[in-house]
């Protein structure tokens, strides 16, 4: 049979069953025909409610309401079939006097009691229970579908579902949504299908018995005992493959649970899931043989429970010890390459912990520490243009209890204490206070105090600074973030800058990278300001400057000093007083001096170089000067050519000092000498 001709029966199968159930109705059928549906119809049911159980999901037998009605309407031809026969001829075929003669055995009223207990079976306890179920279900899914389409759709509009998806899953809710309500409306023909049989039940007795006393002249007991068991066989040879798909009805929608396993499959795995409940229940039998009951059958029974909990508990076990050592080796095999790489590279910025601080950077508690942290981030950006990386936060065991570290690209560049459970205060009368222990701020290194948590308020009316852990963590972060941002700017932050540039200032960007610079020479630049404390929020014009210089030189020391004179007014203003610029000036033969000193390097650089007792001898003055000066952070001004390499020289004893060019200043800036620093006298 071609293909063609096979989707062409496949199509003319259920109309042509609908037709010959309809065509019975009212045409009188041979019992050796009824014989053969009778069989049909008992094997359609069985194998209905194998189905029913091997299926995972409800909607895998979607069509399951339409073939309920086809083989409703195909039994209720068939009893109409069968008591045509058992009226008129008294032979209803093999099948029926067969099951007939099966119940009734040798008593009449027994089997009229068996019967009727499973009629009743059929329409109190599984037709009805079905009817339920379907009804509930039906209710409660189309309550829930407008909820499940709305979450279909925030999936869609969040991006974490195509369209087609989402289609797909908008249409499996209407299938579930069409297959309940279905199950609703078909659970409604069987309980009909139940009612019918019993008055077929009635009718075929009752009827019979008439037919057979008037008509056939039999006796009572022989018309009794010839229709009573027609009847029954009749109403078995119907009721039971009924009773088999309202059990399959039942099945089907009370299924749930098992994932996607069937429903076979589930209730095997969860009733074989907790081995010790049939070591409990072989202990009863044994309690139950105790007792007095006859011992044999609960021996037995308990015996084979308890070896079958053993097995199944050892087996578990094996199972659970074999999928350990496999999870175990695939996430050693998975985590190798993973670990590789996690030990080749570093955190940019990392914040260590020892155990005493551990609870303040998770959960609820640590929420606050870590939205300051996300505010420092922020600040960052909006002060000084750097986009900071996230910060890592993690506890070492190896620390003191309450110690912290600060490493930039896995380098230690600050550590303190951080007691949790005090407050460190500084400044103010603190001798009054009990139990204070005598420290030092991590941060500025200057006196401090621990105090308890319940003394803030009296350390606070002395005019002393209380803070707490917390603070001392973020405050000690932003002074290292201050002092070595310059080390967090990567080459890919750098490129995220110049691109967001890009969207506004598309000429010189384009004119810049790559035609004049590399975008790891424009890092260098804008790490070389921000080393030295400059803003570059303003990266347009810095950007153009090194346009500009970068056509005649490709020096980073040039193009940092011409970056800096673009920008002159930002780097000026943190330092002015009243208008003014608070300086401290270089003595000429000094300025003179330091010239001199410079050497060449290999590099085609140069480099500041004094002998140790002149270095020491003009630390000691800078230093001087600085604490002589009345002014709250002057500069250090300095010839063009000098600046860049007195800078370096300073920044490692004086990294606070900033020191600027007089070509760096605006041409109307005024400037408030505070000091003048001379090397050697002339």
Do not use: C
């Not at 094997?43 to 159980?53: K, Q, R």
């Not at 621990?450 to 005019?463: F, S």
């Amino acid at each position: 049979m071609t293909l063609s001709r096979m989707t062409l029966f496949r199509e003319a199968l259920i109309p042509m069953a609908a037709i010959i159930a309809i065509l019975m109705l009212v045409i009188p059928v041979p019992p050796a025909l009824l014989d053969m549906f009778l069989i049909l119809n008992m094997g359609f049911a069985v194998a209905l409610i194998i189905l029913t159980l091997s299926v995972s999901s409800p909607l895998e037998l979607g069509s399951f309401p339409t073939l309920l009605l086809l083989a409703t309407l195909f039994r209720l031809a068939l009893e109409v079939t069968a008591t045509r026969l058992i009226l008129t001829r008294a032979d209803a075929g093999n099948v029926i006097a067969t099951f007939g003669h099966l119940v009734v055995g040798g008593s009449l009223v027994v089997g009229l009691i068996i019967f009727l207990i499973l009629i009743i079976i059929q329409f109190l306890v599984i037709t009805r229970g079905a009817e339920r179920v379907s009804e509930v279900a039906a209710r409660f899914t189309l309550d829930a579908m407008p909820g499940k389409q709305m979450a279909v759709d925030q999936e869609l509009n969040s991006g974490h579902l195509s369209e087609a998806q989402a289609r797909a899953k908008r249409e499996a809710v209407e299938q579930e949504a069409d297959f309940y309500g279905a199950m609703d409306g078909a659970s409604k023909f069987v309980r009909g299908d139940a009612i019918a049989g019993l008055i077929i039940v009635a009718i075929n007795l009752i009827g019979g018995m008439v037919i057979g006393l008037v008509q056939s002249h039999m006796s009572i007991g022989t018309a009794a005992s010839t229709y009573s068991v027609l009847t029954i066989g009749e109403g078995l040879t119907t009721q039971i493959p009924a009773l088999l798909l309202s059990t399959a009805t039942g099945f089907l929608v009370t299924r749930s649970g098992g994932g996607r396993e069937s429903a076979a499959q589930a209730i095997t795995q969860q009733l074989t899931r907790i081995p010790r409940v049939f070591y409990f229940v072989g202990l009863i039998f044994f309690l139950l043989a105790v007792l007095g009951i006859p011992p044999l059958m609960p021996l037995v029974f308990g015996a084979l429970l308890i070896g079958f909990g053993y097995w199944l508990d050892t087996r578990q076990r094996q199972q659970a010890d074999t999928q350990a050592q496999q999870e175990a080796a695939r996430k050693l095999s998975a985590a190798q390459p993973a670990q590789a790489l996690a030990e080749i590279g570093v955190d940019r910025l990392e914040l260590q912990v020892g155990v005493g601080l551990a609870p303040l950077i998770g959960g609820t508690v640590g929420q606050g520490l870590r939205d300051r942290m996300a505010a420092l981030r922020h600040k960052a950006a909006l002060e000084r243009g750097l986009m900071l990386p996230p910060i890592r936060v993690r506890d070492n065991l190896d620390l003191p209890m309450y110690g912290y570290q600060i490493r930039v690209r896995g380098g230690l560049v600050a550590e303190g204490l951080a007691r949790s459970d005090r407050l460190m205060a500084m400044g103010g009368d603190l001798t009054g206070i009990p139990h204070a222990e005598k420290t030092q701020d991590p941060i500025f290194g200057t006196a401090a105090m621990w105090i308890m948590p319940d003394a803030r308020a009296r350390a606070e009316l002395t005019g002393a600074t209380v803070i707490d852990a917390p603070t001392i963590l973020v405050t000690h972060l932003a002074e290292t973030i201050k002092r070595h941002g310059w080390e967090l700017l990567s080459r890919e932050s750098t490129k995220l800058l110049v691109e967001h540039v890009r969207k506004t200032n598309a000429t010189v960007v384009n004119e810049l990278v790559p035609e004049l610079l590399s975008m790891g020479e424009v890092q260098q630049v804008l790490q070389q300001l921000l080393r030295e404390n400059i803003s570059i929020r303003d990266l347009p014009t810095i950007l153009e400057a090194l346009a500009d210089r970068a056509r005649n030189t490709r020096d980073l020391d040039q193009l940092t000093e011409s970056a800096r004179q673009a920008i002159n007014r930002a780097i000026i203003e943190p330092y002015l007083v009243n208008g003014a610029l608070p300086a401290i000036t270089l003595a000429p033969q000094t300025e003179q001096q330091l010239a001199q000193a410079l050497v060449a390097t290999e590099g085609g650089g140069r480099t500041l170089v004094l002998p140790p007792d002149v270095a020491t001898r003009w630390m000691e003055r800078i230093k001087a000067t600085l604490e002589s000066a009345n002014t709250r952070s002057p500069v250090l001004l300095t010839a063009p050519l000098l600046r860049y390499y007195v800078r370096r020289f300073l920044e490692r004893t004086f990294p606070n000092l900033p020191v600027m060019a007089y070509s760096e200043l605006p041409q109307e800036q005024a400037i408030r000498t505070v000091g003048q620093i001379v090397l050697d006298e002339p």
